[in-house]
Protein backbone atom coordinates (compact mmCIF):
# COMPACT_ATOMS: atom_id res chain seq x y z
CA UNK A 1 0.00 0.00 0.00
CA UNK A 2 1.16 3.29 -0.85
CA UNK A 3 1.34 5.89 1.79
CA UNK A 4 2.78 9.40 2.08
CA UNK A 5 3.62 11.39 5.19
CA UNK A 6 4.50 14.42 5.76
CA UNK A 7 6.13 16.58 8.64
CA UNK A 8 7.74 19.64 10.07
CA UNK A 9 4.99 21.70 9.28
CA UNK A 10 4.11 24.45 12.35
CA UNK A 11 4.14 28.34 13.69
CA UNK A 12 6.70 30.47 12.37
CA UNK A 13 7.33 34.50 12.12
CA UNK A 14 7.71 36.10 9.07
CA UNK A 15 10.78 35.71 7.26
CA UNK A 16 11.47 32.66 9.41
CA UNK A 17 12.35 29.17 7.54
CA UNK A 18 10.95 26.08 8.09
CA UNK A 19 12.13 22.54 6.24
CA UNK A 20 8.78 19.68 4.95
CA UNK A 21 9.39 16.19 4.14
CA UNK A 22 7.45 13.63 2.54
CA UNK A 23 8.36 10.18 3.31
CA UNK A 24 7.30 7.75 1.09
CA UNK A 25 6.32 3.76 1.43
CA UNK A 26 5.06 0.98 -0.33
CA UNK A 27 7.14 1.62 -3.77
CA UNK A 28 10.12 2.71 -4.98
CA UNK A 29 9.59 5.99 -6.12
CA UNK A 30 12.38 6.96 -7.07
CA UNK A 31 11.67 7.28 -10.57
CA UNK A 32 8.42 9.43 -10.57
CA UNK A 33 7.59 13.13 -10.07
CA UNK A 34 6.84 14.13 -6.49
CA UNK A 35 5.19 17.61 -5.86
CA UNK A 36 4.22 19.99 -3.12
CA UNK A 37 1.14 21.41 -2.94
CA UNK A 38 -0.81 24.06 -0.52
CA UNK A 39 -4.34 24.78 0.25
CA UNK A 40 -5.45 28.04 2.24
CA UNK A 41 -8.89 28.40 3.96
CA UNK A 42 -11.67 28.67 1.35
CA UNK A 43 -9.00 28.51 -1.35
CA UNK A 44 -7.95 25.77 -4.37
CA UNK A 45 -5.53 23.50 -3.74
CA UNK A 46 -2.51 25.41 -5.71
CA UNK A 47 0.79 24.01 -6.80
CA UNK A 48 3.82 24.55 -5.15
CA UNK A 49 6.72 23.19 -7.17
CA UNK A 50 7.56 19.57 -8.40
CA UNK A 51 10.56 17.62 -8.67
CA UNK A 52 11.34 14.82 -11.38
CA UNK A 53 12.70 11.45 -10.94
CA UNK A 54 15.91 12.52 -12.13
CA UNK A 55 16.12 15.90 -10.04
CA UNK A 56 14.45 19.20 -12.31
CA UNK A 57 12.82 21.42 -10.60
CA UNK A 58 9.70 23.83 -11.54
CA UNK A 59 8.12 25.51 -8.99
CA UNK A 60 5.03 28.94 -8.77
CA UNK A 61 5.81 32.26 -9.44
CA UNK A 62 4.62 33.18 -5.97
CA UNK A 63 7.56 31.17 -4.10
CA UNK A 64 10.35 31.03 -6.93
CA UNK A 65 13.41 32.10 -4.98
CA UNK A 66 12.22 31.35 -1.39
CA UNK A 67 11.23 27.78 -1.78
CA UNK A 68 13.44 25.15 -2.80
CA UNK A 69 12.30 21.03 -3.96
CA UNK A 70 14.44 18.34 -3.15
CA UNK A 71 14.58 14.23 -2.92
CA UNK A 72 16.89 11.23 -1.36
CA UNK A 73 15.62 8.20 -3.39
CA UNK A 74 18.03 6.65 -1.36
CA UNK A 75 15.46 7.33 1.30
CA UNK A 76 12.26 7.79 -0.64
CA UNK A 77 11.66 10.89 0.98
CA UNK A 78 11.08 14.93 -0.64
CA UNK A 79 11.55 17.90 0.86
CA UNK A 80 10.33 20.95 0.78
CA UNK A 81 12.80 23.63 2.76
CA UNK A 82 10.91 27.12 2.71
CA UNK A 83 12.53 30.57 3.26
CA UNK A 84 11.51 34.28 3.90
CA UNK A 85 8.47 32.92 4.64
CA UNK A 86 4.70 35.32 4.20
CA UNK A 87 1.91 35.33 6.09
CA UNK A 88 0.39 34.24 2.35
CA UNK A 89 2.10 31.14 2.62
CA UNK A 90 0.24 30.02 5.75
CA UNK A 91 -1.74 26.70 4.36
CA UNK A 92 -1.98 23.06 4.97
CA UNK A 93 0.74 21.61 2.35
CA UNK A 94 0.61 18.42 0.47
CA UNK A 95 2.92 16.33 -1.25
CA UNK A 96 2.09 14.10 -3.88
CA UNK A 97 3.31 11.58 -6.27
CA UNK A 98 2.99 11.19 -10.20
CA UNK A 99 3.08 7.83 -11.63
CA UNK A 100 1.72 8.52 -15.01
CA UNK A 101 4.90 9.90 -16.89
CA UNK A 102 6.19 13.81 -16.86
CA UNK A 103 5.54 16.43 -15.09
CA UNK A 104 2.29 18.37 -13.92
CA UNK A 105 0.95 20.67 -12.04
CA UNK A 106 -2.90 20.18 -11.91
CA UNK A 107 -3.50 18.17 -8.75
CA UNK A 108 -5.53 16.02 -10.97
CA UNK A 109 -2.51 14.72 -12.42
CA UNK A 110 -1.26 13.38 -9.22
CA UNK A 111 -2.49 9.81 -7.78
CA UNK A 112 -0.88 9.33 -4.35
CA UNK A 113 -1.49 12.29 -1.46
CA UNK A 114 -0.33 12.67 1.52
CA UNK A 115 -2.69 14.19 5.02
CA UNK A 116 -0.78 17.46 4.98
CA UNK A 117 0.98 19.15 7.31
CA UNK A 118 -0.58 22.93 8.91
CA UNK A 119 1.68 25.71 8.38
CA UNK A 120 1.34 29.05 9.99
CA UNK A 121 3.05 32.23 9.17
CA UNK A 122 2.21 35.04 12.01
CA UNK A 123 2.86 38.79 10.77
Known amino acids: QVQLVESGGGLVQAGGSLRLSCAAS????????MAWFRQAPGKEREFVGH???????NYADSVKGRFTVSRDNAENTMYLQMNSLKPEDTAVYYC?????????????????WGQGTQVTISS
Open 26 to 33: GRTFSWYA
Open 96 to 112: AVKTSPGLGVGPARYQY
Open 51 to 57: ISGSGST
